[in-house]
């Protein structure tokens, strides 16, 4: 019996000298994909090593959540000898992942320019707050979160900015340098030639806008907080019930004349306030507060059950605890356990992808600092 098909990315190296979050979320979906990662930290390591608590029996979980799928190897960049054995290992791999602040790695030599001119069929991406052409602007999520315009939209009317509750800059960022990457290792085996990839958190936040983004720019209106609602369709957000809230959606008219139905409302269809989703969103406090006045005379667990037999799109909010509980998670393998040589058994986000019907495995745990430093000079350098 032949064991499970190997990984997409088996065979790829790729060489991660990045840190904190942006960075390592990139580097671990490579790593979940099937590519052999070496994570480069300095004797002191990768800053969120020491982001706490919670501490699990030492380790940080914040660095525990993003590396996992992964080799540690200590080089002190400021010393030559380091920077010659990183640079030995930069021609080695076929991707180079950085987030430094723009202009570091070109003070140590390992720069895209000069390791692609010795390796043109190296793919190098960089990450930072702004771009490589803005070298002075701090990269950190919540910078992000406020120079795009995040900020802004995610808060309740009448509220102040909120940022989201996630660091989403870093997370989109390093989506999107991943998927650049592997577009690039696509190109690449056809032409034989690397790419340089730039990836910025505030590019990546406005990158998200859409439909928002394309409302501005088609009335020049800047979009006002509409806290839980959706800015184009109504009903479309959260309601009171009698124990708490849920959300709904009804994105359609005919969905509006179900729910109509479901809530023994008919004469909210016949109003024509409500006619069409455009009446209905011009109209919408109002239409929240019928909706509302309705909701509130039973439980979320039997609304929901009525709205899923009438085909209304309608949803529970969980906490988290419940949201990795949930059938919704665990049928879906969004909670998984691995190993770790400090810390015991310790929980993990799952992959979000399913490949031929499995999830990625955890093939290994988040590395202890300089764990593998003999181990890949050794297999990678021939030491």
Known sequence: MSGPAPLPLAGIRVLDFTHALAGPYCTMLLGDLGADVIKVEPPTGDHSRRWGPPFINGESSYFLS?????????????????????????????????????????????DAEKVQGNK?????????????????????????????????????PEGPPAKVGVPIGDITAGMFAS??????????????????????????????????AGRYFATGEIPIQEGNHHSA??????FAVSDGFINLAAATDAQFARLCDAINAPELADDPRFATNALRQGARPALVRAIEGHLRQDTRERWLARFEQAGIPAGPILD????????????????????????????????????????SPIRMPPPLLGQHTTEVLNEWLDR
């Open 120 to 156: 043109p069929y190296l793919v190098y991406a960089s990450i930072s707050g702004f771009g490589q052409n803005q070298p002075t602007l701090a990269g950190y999520d919540q910078i992000a979160q406020g120079t795009s315009g995040m900020m802004s939209m995610n808060a309740s």
């Open 233 to 238: 369709i109504a009903p479309y957000g959260t």
């Open 320 to 359: 988290i605890d419940e949201a990795f509980a949930s059938p919704l998670a665990t049928e879906r393998e969004m909670r998984v356990q691995v190993e770790h040589p400090r810390s015991g058994r310790i929980n993990q986000v799952g992959a979000p992808w399913k490949i031929d019907g499995e999830s």
């Open 179 to 212: 998927q650049a990457i592997l577009a690039a290792l696509v190109e690449r085996a056809s032409t034989g030639t690397g790419r340089r990839i730039d990836v910025a958190l505030n590019d990546s936040l406005l990158a998200l806008f859409t439909y928002q």
């Open 66 to 110: 993003v590396n996992r799928n992964k080799r540690s190897v200590v080089l002190d960049l400021r010393t030559p000898a380091a920077r010659e054995l990183a640079e030995k290992l930069a021609m080695m791999s076929d991707v180079v992942v950085e987030n430094f602040k723009p202009g570091t790695m070109a003070r140590l030599g390992l």
